[in-house]
């Protein structure tokens, strides 16, 4: 049974400094899950053609995503 990569992030904050020893089995299935999204070329196009329509965007507009999709003040 694989273990969720969040296991990894659980095991560090509860074992502080000791991570390195005490999580080399979360740390490996946390590799393994990353290793096939960066193998799978699905999902690279997917990422690609999202980046390509944000470039696109910013070229459009001049305002990056992220300052785009915060929200204005209500009141000044």
Same mark, same amino acid.
């Given at each position: 049974?694989?273990?969720?990569?969040?296991? $990894?992030?659980?095991? @560090? /904050?509860?074992?502080?400094?000791?991570?390195?020893?005490?999580? %080399? *089995?979360?740390?490996?299935?946390? !590799?393994?899950?990353?290793?096939?999204?960066?193998?799978?070329?699905? $999902?690279?196009?997917? @990422? /690609?053609?999202?980046?390509?329509?944000?470039?696109?965007?910013? %070229? *459009?507009?001049?305002?990056?995503? !992220?300052?785009?999709?915060?929200?204005?003040?209500?009141?000044?």
């Amino acid at each position: 049974m694989a273990l969720d990569p969040a296991d $990894f992030t659980k095991c @560090c /904050k509860e074992s502080g400094i000791l991570m390195v020893v005490k999580c %080399r *089995k979360e740390n490996s299935a946390l !590799k393994e899950c990353l290793t096939a999204y960066y193998n799978d070329p699905a $999902f690279y196009e997917e @990422c /690609k053609m999202e980046y390509l329509k944000e470039r696109e965007e910013f %070229r *459009k507009t001049g305002i990056p995503t !992220k300052k785009r999709l915060q929200k204005l003040p209500t009141s000044m």
